[in-house]
T-cell receptor, first 110, second 116 residues
């Protein structure tokens, strides 16, 4: 069983739709949770960061962490074609390497 | 934040040859990380490069195949040795992401390697 599971997609939605991306994990020791966005031919960039359980909102993006279920989500509201990218979840704990999900390839169609 | 310059950005190499990838960071960092990202796959950590000591390799990766140098706190190289088509991948260097204070991992733009 992988430490972090993420549906690779691809996921294609119309512009303006709400997008939901998810990851599950098995290691209850993870303390912080992140979402990275990777455009084609670029390195990943940090999009959202959450420490422990809860929600965090930043503009059109909302990250949710449910540690009891070992489940994290990223919601994108009013999706735009510029949101088309691969989204990777990542999680870690103090002093340890990050563990990445497989990445979900998302396309927003105009 | 950290700005990472990685080169080459891409290369096409013959099997059996070696390629050295360079990674330059605009600030001094203790740890640098090398990842591989195969098509449609996630990031797989190859090794952690610490200045002044040998790199620490993850399971499945060995120094003979992926020798790493870390001559100072802002620079590292990864060599992919005796390449085969299975080594075709994107290779990324990274810093950060190791703790609550040093949370964000920064990445270079990657080196897209094709072995023919």
């Amino acid at each position: 069983q992988k430490e972090v599971e993420q549906d690779p997609g691809p996921l294609s939605v119309p512009e303006g739709a709400i997008v939901s991306l998810n990851c599950t994990y098995s290691n209850s020791a993870f303390q912080y949770f992140m979402w990275y966005r990777q455009y084609s031919r670029k390195g990943p960039e940090l999009l959202m960061y959450t420490y422990s359980s809860g929600n965090k909102e930043d503009g059109r993006f909302t990250a949710q962490v449910d540690k009891s279920s070992k489940y994290i989500s990223l919601f994108i509201r009013d999706s735009q074609p510029s949101d088309s990218a691969t989204y990777l979840c990542a999680m870690g704990r103090e002093g340890q390497k990050l563990v990445f999900g497989q990445g979900t390839r998302l396309t927003i169609n105009p | 934040s950290a700005v990472i310059s990685q080169k080459p950005s891409r290369d096409i190499c013959q099997r059996g040859t070696s390629l050295t990838i360079q990674c330059q960071v605009d600030s001094q960092v203790t740890m640098m990380f090398w990842y591989r990202q195969q098509p449609g796959q996630s990031l797989t950590l190859i090794a952690t490069a610490n200045q002044g000591s040998e790199a620490t390799y993850e399971s499945g990766f060995v120094i003979d195949k992926f020798p790493i140098s870390r001559p100072n706190l802002t620079f590292s190289t990864l060599t992919v040795s005796n390449m085969s088509p299975e080594d075709s991948s994107i290779y990324l260097c990274s810093v950060g992401g190791t703790g609550q204070i040093n949370t964000e991992a920064f990445f270079g733009q990657g080196t897209r390697l094709t072995v023919v």
